[in-house]
């Protein structure tokens, strides 16, 4: 179906019904000119956004309309996550130039609405408008943490343990992957699959970021790694004025993606540093508190939990090599909007 002839107003109708979570704090969702919600008393909330667009962030060719919308929400839902909130809410506008079909959009609002449903979210307004060229999405989202327990940048201190959720580099070897369609790349088809997967489709660690929130472990600094291992870090370095040793020998590298990458003449250690996309939890603790975890609950709710390094007194970032050598990072590789990969 054209767009031009379903109209925008029935477009957003259409859309609506292809959401099905709803929330008992949304008194009025999508149809008026505002939202109107009840948000639990006694909790702070905290709001994100993020925009997508084409041809930046996302490439049609590599990505089918399902996981765009999937990603759309998930990247933000880390944003709250790394904050130890919960996401309640979202709002989402559209810039659509006319090339597309109603039911690419049907396609994109399925992968939104299992998004919504997995993570409890409720999409309860936005806005849908004409692009000339490409198209744009801008999502924001709300979400809520007990007050005592807001995650932030800063309070890391020297002498704090560092810890990472899951593992790393696979979104980006997914990424360099379908980037490369002609390249005839060797090894195992599952590895392949999987790093795929992880930057198609990631999943935000939601019950890990909530589990520390209720825990009595002192999160002293947390972010969520979007920008790579070592920019990601450096902005919580950056807002405690520290510095971080990293252990190479403890990185958690799945050894299937580290025989993928050297098989393809790729390095496994610049993708786990500076890789991106990995939407991971990066958090600090106190030393007295590193009893205090329970790894093992932690992995039973989401995912692995691997401590890395150290915060220091001496700024900058030194890798502690698996022979014992230490190199300083002198840049904190990663992608920047405006400059680029690093």
Request: aromatic share 8%.
């Amino acid at each position: 179906m054209d767009l031009s002839k379903l109209g925008e107003f029935k477009l957003i109708s259409r859309l609506q019904s292809k959401l099905k979570y709803r929330s008992p704090q949304v008194i009025q969702g999508i149809g008026d000119d505002c939202a109107v919600l009840s948000p639990n008393s006694g909790n702070y909330q905290v709001l994100t956004t993020d925009a997508l667009v084409e041809g930046v962030h996302f490439n049609l060719k590599t990505i089918t309309p399902e996981q765009l919308g999937w990603k759309t929400l998930a990247v933000n839902i880390s944003d709250v996550a790394s904050m130890g909130a919960r996401p309640k809410f979202s709002v989402i506008s559209l810039g659509i130039p006319k090339r597309f079909s109603v039911n690419f959009l049907d396609r994109f609002y399925k992968g939104l609405n299992q998004a919504s449903q997995k993570y409890q979210v409720e999409l309860v307004g936005g806005d849908t408008v004409s692009s000339p060229k490409c198209m744009f999405i801008n999502l924001a989202l709300l979400g809520e943490t007990f007050k005592r327990k807001v995650f932030t940048r800063s309070g890391a201190r020297p002498g704090d343990r560092i810890y990472v959720t899951g593992t790393l580099g696979e979104s980006a070897l997914g990424l360099k992957i379908l980037e490369s369609p002609g390249k005839k790349w060797k090894g195992s088809k599952t590895c392949r699959a999987k790093c795929i997967r992880r930057h198609l489709k990631p999943e935000p660690r939601v019950e890990a970021a909530n589990w520390l929130s209720r825990s009595q472990c002192r999160v002293t600094s947390m972010i969520d790694i979007s920008d790579g291992l070592t920019q990601d870090l450096g902005h919580i370095l950056e807002a405690g004025k520290v510095g971080a040793e990293l252990f190479e020998s403890e990185l958690p590298i799945s050894k299937a993606f580290i025989k993928y990458s050297i098989i393809n003449n790729l390095q496994p250690l610049d993708l786990a540093l500076g890789g991106g996309e990995d939407y991971e939890l990066l958090f600090t603790l106190r030393p007295e508190d590193v009893k205090k975890i329970d790894i093992g609950a932690i992995t039973q709710v989401d995912q692995p939990v691997t401590q890395i390094g150290e915060i220091t007194a001496t700024k900058g970032i030194r890798l502690i090599s698996k022979d014992g050598r230490s190199r300083t990072l002198h840049r904190q590789m990663g992608y920047n909007h405006f400059k680029g990969k690093e």
